[in-house]
Protein backbone atom coordinates (compact mmCIF):
# COMPACT_ATOMS: atom_id res chain seq x y z
CA UNK A 1 0.00 0.00 0.00
CA UNK A 2 1.38 3.70 -1.02
CA UNK A 3 2.63 6.05 2.15
CA UNK A 4 -0.20 8.44 0.54
CA UNK A 5 -2.79 5.72 0.76
CA UNK A 6 -2.11 5.10 4.71
CA UNK A 7 -4.16 6.68 7.89
CA UNK A 8 -1.67 9.06 9.70
CA UNK A 9 -1.27 7.76 13.74
CA UNK A 10 -0.41 10.05 16.51
CA UNK A 11 -0.15 7.92 19.58
CA UNK A 12 -0.33 10.10 22.88
CA UNK A 13 0.55 8.25 25.72
CA UNK A 14 2.81 6.27 23.29
CA UNK A 15 5.39 4.95 26.20
CA UNK A 16 2.48 3.30 28.31
CA UNK A 17 1.54 -0.09 28.68
CA UNK A 18 -1.38 0.53 26.50
CA UNK A 19 0.79 3.17 24.22
CA UNK A 20 3.58 0.38 23.60
CA UNK A 21 1.19 -1.96 22.66
CA UNK A 22 -0.10 0.56 20.38
CA UNK A 23 2.64 1.50 18.49
CA UNK A 24 3.36 -2.01 17.49
CA UNK A 25 -0.47 -2.59 16.39
CA UNK A 26 0.06 0.21 13.73
CA UNK A 27 3.13 -0.01 12.65
CA UNK A 28 1.92 -4.02 11.99
CA UNK A 29 -0.75 -2.34 10.25
CA UNK A 30 -0.69 -1.88 6.46
CA UNK A 31 -2.81 0.44 6.37
CA UNK A 32 -2.03 2.90 9.16
CA UNK A 33 1.48 4.71 9.50
CA UNK A 34 2.39 5.96 12.76
CA UNK A 35 3.69 9.73 12.32
CA UNK A 36 3.99 11.16 16.01
CA UNK A 37 4.76 9.41 19.28
CA UNK A 38 4.15 12.13 22.19
CA UNK A 39 4.32 10.90 26.11
CA UNK A 40 5.40 13.23 29.14
CA UNK A 41 9.51 11.59 29.91
CA UNK A 42 11.84 13.97 29.11
CA UNK A 43 14.39 11.28 29.27
CA UNK A 44 12.89 10.10 26.34
CA UNK A 45 12.73 12.78 23.79
CA UNK A 46 13.99 12.30 20.63
CA UNK A 47 14.32 8.17 21.06
CA UNK A 48 12.78 6.03 18.41
CA UNK A 49 9.27 5.07 19.93
CA UNK A 50 9.63 1.64 17.82
CA UNK A 51 13.25 0.48 19.43
CA UNK A 52 11.07 1.89 22.45
CA UNK A 53 7.78 -0.62 21.96
CA UNK A 54 10.27 -3.45 21.37
CA UNK A 55 9.24 -3.60 17.29
CA UNK A 56 12.57 -2.07 15.82
CA UNK A 57 13.22 1.15 14.34
CA UNK A 58 9.59 3.04 12.89
CA UNK A 59 12.08 6.92 12.57
CA UNK A 60 9.57 8.61 14.94
CA UNK A 61 10.83 10.56 17.99
CA UNK A 62 9.52 10.77 21.00
CA UNK A 63 8.32 14.61 22.03
CA UNK A 64 6.60 15.91 24.92
CA UNK A 65 5.12 19.01 22.07
CA UNK A 66 1.41 17.54 21.73
CA UNK A 67 0.76 21.31 20.17
CA UNK A 68 3.83 20.56 17.48
CA UNK A 69 2.53 16.86 16.76
CA UNK A 70 -0.96 17.76 16.12
CA UNK A 71 0.16 20.73 13.52
CA UNK A 72 2.47 18.17 11.92
CA UNK A 73 -0.40 15.84 11.72
CA UNK A 74 -3.00 18.34 10.52
CA UNK A 75 -0.84 19.10 7.44
CA UNK A 76 -0.90 15.14 6.45
CA UNK A 77 -4.48 15.09 6.52
CA UNK A 78 -7.29 12.96 7.76
CA UNK A 79 -4.80 12.33 10.87
CA UNK A 80 -6.18 10.56 14.04
CA UNK A 81 -4.80 10.87 17.26
CA UNK A 82 -5.18 7.78 20.02
CA UNK A 83 -4.71 8.83 23.26
CA UNK A 84 -4.10 6.32 25.90
CA UNK A 85 -3.03 9.03 28.79
CA UNK A 86 -4.12 9.60 32.07
CA UNK A 87 -7.60 11.46 33.44
CA UNK A 88 -6.07 14.47 34.49
CA UNK A 89 -5.68 16.32 31.01
CA UNK A 90 -7.51 14.51 28.92
CA UNK A 91 -10.17 16.79 28.39
CA UNK A 92 -8.10 19.66 27.21
CA UNK A 93 -5.93 16.75 25.15
CA UNK A 94 -9.41 16.24 23.07
CA UNK A 95 -10.52 19.45 23.20
CA UNK A 96 -7.04 20.52 21.42
CA UNK A 97 -6.80 17.36 19.15
CA UNK A 98 -10.37 18.26 17.44
CA UNK A 99 -9.50 21.92 17.04
CA UNK A 100 -6.52 20.99 14.93
CA UNK A 101 -8.79 18.59 13.02
CA UNK A 102 -7.39 15.72 14.13
CA UNK A 103 -9.59 13.06 15.12
CA UNK A 104 -9.24 11.86 18.60
CA UNK A 105 -9.77 7.96 19.64
CA UNK A 106 -9.64 7.63 23.09
CA UNK A 107 -9.16 5.23 24.92
CA UNK A 108 -8.47 7.13 28.21
CA UNK A 109 -10.83 6.93 31.09
CA UNK A 110 -11.73 9.21 33.39
CA UNK A 111 -13.50 11.77 31.31
CA UNK A 112 -17.06 13.00 33.29
CA UNK A 113 -20.71 12.61 31.60
CA UNK A 114 -20.92 16.74 31.47
CA UNK A 115 -17.13 16.72 29.93
CA UNK A 116 -18.80 13.91 27.21
CA UNK A 117 -21.46 16.13 26.56
CA UNK A 118 -19.10 19.15 26.17
CA UNK A 119 -16.82 17.58 23.65
CA UNK A 120 -19.49 16.05 21.84
CA UNK A 121 -20.96 19.84 21.60
CA UNK A 122 -17.62 20.85 20.50
CA UNK A 123 -16.78 17.94 18.14
CA UNK A 124 -20.10 18.69 16.48
CA UNK A 125 -19.26 22.06 16.07
CA UNK A 126 -16.15 21.29 14.90
CA UNK A 127 -17.42 18.93 12.23
CA UNK A 128 -14.57 16.46 13.39
CA UNK A 129 -15.36 12.61 14.08
CA UNK A 130 -14.66 11.77 17.78
CA UNK A 131 -14.55 8.24 19.45
CA UNK A 132 -14.56 7.87 23.45
CA UNK A 133 -14.24 4.37 24.21
CA UNK A 134 -13.73 3.22 27.55
CA UNK A 135 -13.39 -0.53 26.51
CA UNK A 136 -11.71 -2.04 23.03
CA UNK A 137 -12.00 -5.35 24.10
CA UNK A 138 -14.87 -7.29 22.15
CA UNK A 139 -15.63 -9.43 24.53
CA UNK A 140 -16.87 -6.44 27.17
CA UNK A 141 -18.68 -5.46 24.91
CA UNK A 142 -20.60 -8.45 23.86
CA UNK A 143 -20.69 -8.79 27.85
CA UNK A 144 -22.41 -5.39 27.89
CA UNK A 145 -24.86 -6.61 25.33
CA UNK A 146 -25.57 -10.13 27.62
CA UNK A 147 -26.26 -7.33 30.45
CA UNK A 148 -28.48 -5.09 28.93
CA UNK A 149 -30.62 -8.29 28.12
CA UNK A 150 -30.34 -9.21 31.68
CA UNK A 151 -31.60 -6.34 32.60
CA UNK A 152 -34.96 -6.68 31.20
CA UNK A 153 -35.50 -9.58 33.91
CA UNK A 154 -33.68 -8.80 36.64
CA UNK A 155 -33.91 -5.61 39.26
CA UNK A 156 -30.95 -5.90 41.50
CA UNK A 157 -27.46 -6.08 39.91
CA UNK A 158 -23.69 -4.38 41.31
CA UNK A 159 -20.83 -4.24 39.03
CA UNK A 160 -17.35 -5.40 40.31
CA UNK A 161 -13.93 -4.13 38.42
CA UNK A 162 -10.99 -5.45 39.01
CA UNK A 163 -7.64 -3.97 37.51
CA UNK A 164 -3.58 -3.75 38.16
CA UNK A 165 -2.60 -1.30 40.70
CA UNK A 166 -1.25 1.27 39.19
CA UNK A 167 -4.73 2.08 37.52
CA UNK A 168 -5.36 5.88 37.79
CA UNK A 169 -9.00 6.08 37.67
CA UNK A 170 -11.60 4.22 39.91
CA UNK A 171 -14.59 2.92 39.20
CA UNK A 172 -13.18 2.09 35.46
CA UNK A 173 -14.29 4.14 32.58
CA UNK A 174 -15.77 0.60 31.47
CA UNK A 175 -18.18 -0.03 34.57
CA UNK A 176 -19.14 3.71 34.32
CA UNK A 177 -20.52 2.96 30.69
CA UNK A 178 -21.98 -0.59 31.57
CA UNK A 179 -23.81 0.91 34.63
CA UNK A 180 -24.86 3.75 32.08
CA UNK A 181 -25.83 1.25 29.59
CA UNK A 182 -28.13 -0.77 32.23
CA UNK A 183 -30.16 2.62 33.14
CA UNK A 184 -31.07 2.65 29.35
CA UNK A 185 -33.44 -0.61 30.03
CA UNK A 186 -34.13 0.32 33.23
CA UNK A 187 -33.97 3.79 34.73
CA UNK A 188 -33.26 2.58 38.26
CA UNK A 189 -32.22 -1.00 39.62
CA UNK A 190 -31.67 -1.92 43.56
CA UNK A 191 -34.85 -1.08 45.04
CA UNK A 192 -33.98 -0.81 48.85
CA UNK A 193 -34.82 -3.82 50.82
CA UNK A 194 -33.56 -2.70 54.26
CA UNK A 195 -31.98 0.35 56.11
CA UNK A 196 -28.45 0.01 55.24
CA UNK A 197 -25.23 1.13 57.59
CA UNK A 198 -21.98 1.44 56.62
CA UNK A 199 -19.79 0.17 59.78
CA UNK A 200 -16.56 0.85 57.43
CA UNK A 201 -17.43 3.84 54.62
CA UNK A 202 -16.92 2.49 51.62
CA UNK A 203 -17.95 -1.36 52.38
CA UNK A 204 -20.95 -0.89 49.70
CA UNK A 205 -18.84 0.77 46.96
CA UNK A 206 -19.76 3.71 45.06
CA UNK A 207 -23.62 4.21 43.55
CA UNK A 208 -24.21 5.49 40.36
CA UNK A 209 -26.80 7.78 39.68
CA UNK A 210 -28.21 4.65 38.15
CA UNK A 211 -28.45 3.25 41.44
CA UNK A 212 -26.06 0.49 40.24
CA UNK A 213 -23.04 0.10 42.94
CA UNK A 214 -19.40 -0.05 41.40
CA UNK A 215 -16.82 -2.37 43.77
CA UNK A 216 -13.38 -1.63 42.28
CA UNK A 217 -10.84 -4.01 43.26
CA UNK A 218 -6.93 -3.28 43.20
CA UNK A 219 -4.39 -5.42 42.70
CA UNK A 220 -0.91 -6.58 41.45
CA UNK A 221 -1.34 -9.85 39.00
CA UNK A 222 -4.55 -8.09 37.49
CA UNK A 223 -4.64 -7.09 34.02
CA UNK A 224 -8.69 -5.35 33.58
CA UNK A 225 -11.68 -8.01 34.79
CA UNK A 226 -15.45 -7.02 35.24
CA UNK A 227 -18.25 -9.00 36.82
CA UNK A 228 -21.74 -7.96 36.30
CA UNK A 229 -23.72 -9.80 38.86
CA UNK A 230 -27.36 -10.31 38.83
CA UNK A 231 -29.92 -11.23 41.74
CA UNK A 232 -33.14 -11.97 42.29
CA UNK A 233 -34.79 -14.33 44.37
CA UNK A 234 -33.41 -17.97 44.25
CA UNK A 235 -30.58 -17.23 41.68
CA UNK A 236 -27.28 -14.92 40.81
CA UNK A 237 -26.15 -14.04 36.80
CA UNK A 238 -22.81 -13.50 36.56
CA UNK A 239 -20.83 -12.00 33.64
CA UNK A 240 -17.61 -12.03 33.30
CA UNK A 241 -14.64 -10.67 31.17
CA UNK A 242 -10.87 -11.38 31.65
CA UNK A 243 -8.14 -9.38 29.69
CA UNK A 244 -5.34 -11.35 30.36
CA UNK A 245 -3.27 -9.08 27.79
CA UNK A 246 -3.48 -6.23 26.13
CA UNK A 247 -2.82 -7.47 22.98
CA UNK A 248 -6.90 -8.23 23.35
CA UNK A 249 -7.56 -4.26 22.92
CA UNK A 250 -6.27 -3.86 19.61
CA UNK A 251 -8.55 -4.73 16.96
CA UNK A 252 -10.99 -2.93 18.63
CA UNK A 253 -7.99 0.17 18.17
CA UNK A 254 -7.54 -0.25 14.51
CA UNK A 255 -10.95 -0.26 13.87
CA UNK A 256 -11.61 3.06 15.91
CA UNK A 257 -8.98 4.42 13.48
CA UNK A 258 -10.33 2.98 10.16
CA UNK A 259 -14.13 4.04 11.41
CA UNK A 260 -13.33 7.28 12.69
CA UNK A 261 -12.00 8.97 8.95
CA UNK A 262 -16.45 9.69 7.64
CA UNK A 263 -17.71 10.07 11.10
CA UNK A 264 -18.40 14.06 11.91
CA UNK A 265 -19.18 14.03 15.35
CA UNK A 266 -18.60 12.24 18.83
CA UNK A 267 -19.44 8.67 19.18
CA UNK A 268 -19.08 7.33 22.66
CA UNK A 269 -19.00 3.32 23.28
CA UNK A 270 -17.16 0.78 20.34
CA UNK A 271 -20.82 -0.92 20.68
CA UNK A 272 -21.69 2.44 18.65
CA UNK A 273 -19.22 1.34 15.64
CA UNK A 274 -20.42 -2.28 15.72
N1 LIG B 1 -10.14 1.89 26.41
C1 LIG B 1 -9.50 0.77 26.71
O1 LIG B 1 -9.80 -0.33 26.22
C2 LIG B 1 -8.36 0.85 27.66
C3 LIG B 1 -8.12 2.03 28.29
N2 LIG B 1 -7.08 2.15 29.15
C4 LIG B 1 -6.86 3.47 29.69
O2 LIG B 1 -5.74 4.04 29.04
C5 LIG B 1 -5.08 4.94 29.92
C6 LIG B 1 -3.61 4.55 30.00
O3 LIG B 1 -3.49 3.27 30.60
P1 LIG B 1 -2.07 2.57 30.73
O4 LIG B 1 -1.44 2.46 29.39
O5 LIG B 1 -2.27 1.36 31.55
O6 LIG B 1 -1.29 3.66 31.59
P2 LIG B 1 0.28 3.95 31.66
O7 LIG B 1 0.50 4.78 32.87
O8 LIG B 1 1.04 2.70 31.48
O9 LIG B 1 0.53 4.84 30.34
C7 LIG B 1 0.19 6.18 30.21
C8 LIG B 1 1.38 6.88 29.57
O10 LIG B 1 1.00 8.21 29.24
C9 LIG B 1 1.91 9.09 29.87
N3 LIG B 1 1.16 10.32 30.16
C10 LIG B 1 0.37 10.59 31.23
N4 LIG B 1 -0.20 11.79 31.09
C11 LIG B 1 0.26 12.31 29.94
C12 LIG B 1 0.01 13.51 29.25
N5 LIG B 1 -0.80 14.44 29.74
N6 LIG B 1 0.63 13.70 28.06
C13 LIG B 1 1.44 12.77 27.54
N7 LIG B 1 1.70 11.60 28.15
C14 LIG B 1 1.11 11.37 29.33
C15 LIG B 1 2.40 8.37 31.08
O11 LIG B 1 3.58 8.94 31.57
P3 LIG B 1 3.98 8.70 33.14
O12 LIG B 1 4.41 7.28 33.24
O13 LIG B 1 5.09 9.67 33.34
O14 LIG B 1 2.76 8.98 33.94
C16 LIG B 1 2.57 6.97 30.50
O15 LIG B 1 3.78 6.82 29.79
C17 LIG B 1 -5.83 4.86 31.24
O16 LIG B 1 -6.77 5.91 31.31
C18 LIG B 1 -6.57 3.52 31.16
O17 LIG B 1 -7.75 3.53 31.92
C19 LIG B 1 -6.26 1.10 29.42
C20 LIG B 1 -6.47 -0.11 28.86
C21 LIG B 1 -7.54 -0.36 27.93
O1 LIG C 1 -6.64 1.02 33.18
C1 LIG C 1 -6.84 -0.07 32.59
O2 LIG C 1 -6.01 -0.99 32.58
C2 LIG C 1 -8.10 -0.23 31.86
N1 LIG C 1 -8.90 0.80 31.79
C3 LIG C 1 -10.12 0.86 31.10
C4 LIG C 1 -11.26 1.21 32.05
O3 LIG C 1 -11.06 2.04 32.96
O4 LIG C 1 -12.36 0.70 31.87
C5 LIG C 1 -10.39 -0.35 30.24
C6 LIG C 1 -9.86 -1.64 30.78
O5 LIG C 1 -10.66 -2.01 31.86
C7 LIG C 1 -8.40 -1.50 31.19
Do not use: W
Not at 72 to 96: F, L
Not at 123 to 136: D, H, Q, T, Y
Not at 234 to 257: I, K, N, S
Amino acid sequence: MSNQSQIPVVVNGAMGRMGCEIVKAIAAADDMKLVGAIDRKPEAVGQDIGEIAGCGPLEVPVTMDLEATLVMAQSEGNAVMVDVTHPAKIYEQVRAAIAYGVRPVVGTTGLTPEQIIQLAEFAEKASVGCLIIPNFAIGVILMQQAALKAAEYFDHVEIIELHHNRKADAPSGTAVKTAQMLQEVKPSFNPPQVKETETLPGARGGTTPEGINIHSVRLPGLVAHQEIMFGAPGQVYTLRHDAMDRVCFMPGVLLCVRKILPLKSLLYGLDKLL
